[in-house]
Structure formats: structure tokens, C-alpha cells
């Protein structure tokens, strides 16, 4: 069960970015709304993963979701640059930070 | 654009500051400070999403804000530098000046 919450406080956190996307487009409550609502999910799920799960992994992997998933959507909803090396430098970001995580 | 990108770090810098304090939060007035200090940063974050693309933004903000905790962490408490972590510290600079980089050959003057 653990595992499930983590994944859905990692969906959770994709909805953050969706909502930061439609903040900067358009700064009316509902996207506010979304966005506070989706991060304030995010991290209720994620306590509820740690309980179990240790905090390093968690993070790795709620850290993981979020930003592969926010890059994609923001290519393929929000039409962000598909440039090959802006692609391959956020994977190193985010390779560093999940390596970063799970050797904490 | 520069000034966009000071802006990421400035929320990144803070985010180490609330990372740091979710861990040690316990009571009222210190979580209402951490609660303050996030906001505090989404808010430099949308600042940011008017001139940068999001995810851009959100990943070097991640970046930033573990880097920092770990090196933050390492300075108080003493922890001997791995060089596991020194290596993934550095591909997190060589992905976020690329990406500040990518970014500036699209500039159009006001760098």
C-alpha cells in the first residue's frame, strides 16, 4: 500500500506542475487552486508512504515521477521545446537528484 | 533572462531552508515559518514561468533545492564527502548551466 500512495503522491506532484503551467498562463484562483490543492495531495501521500518506506527512496521516487512527468506533459501539453539536449540535461538533473536521494 | 534565472536559484535556496525545516519542525511558529518559506518560493517560481518554460524551471529548483540540502547537511553534521555525491552534484551543474545556456542562445538582447 505504501507503494501505491507513492505513486499517487508522485501523480500528485504532476499535477503541481500542470497547475504551475496554468498559474503562468492564466493567474485566476482555479489555477491556484489546482496547484496548491495537487502539491498540498502530493505531500500528504508522500507522509503516508514514509511511514513505511524508507525516506530516501521515497523521496527518489516521488522526486522521479514529478519531474520526468512534468517535463513531459510540459512537452506534450504545453508545447515546451523538444530540443534532444534539453531533454537529455534535465535527465541529468534528475538523475542527480534521484541519485542524490537514495544515497542520503 | 539572467534575472529569471537568479530568480530559480533564489527559490531553490530557499527551498533548502524549508527542506531542512520540514525535518526539524515541531512547533506552531517554526511550521508556520515553513509553510511561509514555501509559499514564499512557489511564488519566485511563477515569477520565473513567465519568461521560462516550467519544467525547466521545476527541475534546476529541484536540483538546487537537494544539492544544497546535502551539501548543507554534510557542513553542519560533518559527513565526510562521498564521491558518489560529488559526482552527482556535478552532473546537477553540468544539466542545469546547460540548460541556462540553451536558453540564452535564444536571447534576444536583454541579457
Redesign the interface.
Known amino acids: 500500500m505504501a507503494w501505491v500512495y507513492l505513486i499517487l503522491a508522485g501523480l500528485f506532484e504532476v499535477g503541481g506542475?500542470i497547475g504551475?503551467?496554468k498559474?503562468?498562463q492564466r493567474?485566476n484562483l482555479s489555477s491556484f487552486a489546482i496547484?496548491f490543492g495537487a502539491?498540498a495531495c502530493s505531500f500528504t501521500f508522500l507522509a503516508l508512504a514514509m511511514k513505511t518506506l524508507p525516506m530516501g527512496v521515497s523521496y527518489a521516487v516521488w522526486?522521479g515521477i514529478?519531474?520526468v512527468g512534468?517535463?513531459l506533459?510540459?512537452?506534450f501539453l504545453?508545447n515546451?521545446?523538444k530540443?534532444w539536449?534539453?531533454v537529455?540535461?534535465?535527465?541529468?538533473?534528475?538523475?542527480?537528484?534521484v541519485?542524490?536521494?537514495i544515497?542520503? | 533572462m539572467t534575472k529569471y534565472w537568479l530568480l530559480v536559484l533564489l527559490a531553490g535556496l530557499i527551498e533548502i531552508g524549508w527542506a531542512m525545516g520540514l525535518k526539524y519542525a515541531h512547533t506552531i511558529p517554526f511550521w508556520i515559518g515553513v509553510i511561509a518559506l514555501i509559499v514564499l518560493s512557489f511564488y519566485i517560481l511563477i515569477i520565473a514561468t513567465n519568461k521560462l518554460p516550467v519544467s525547466t524551471v521545476y527541475a534546476v529548483f529541484t536540483g538546487i533545492g537537494t544539492a544544497g540540502t546535502v551539501i548543507v547537511e554534510t557542513l553542519l553534521f560533518n559527513e565526510p564527502f562521498s564521491m558518489t555525491k560529488i559526482s552527482f552534484i556535478l552532473l546537477l551543474l553540468v544539466g542545469v548551466i546547460g540548460l541556462k545556456m540553451l536558453s540564452s542562445e535564444k536571447e534576444t538582447g536583454d541579457a
Open positions: 506542475v504551475m503551467n498559474v503562468a493567474k496547484l502539491f522526486t514529478g519531474t512534468g517535463t506533459v510540459g512537452m504545453y515546451e521545446s530540443d539536449k534539453r537529455l540535461f534535465i535527465s541529468f538533473i534528475i538523475i542527480a537528484v541519485g542524490l536521494k544515497t542520503q
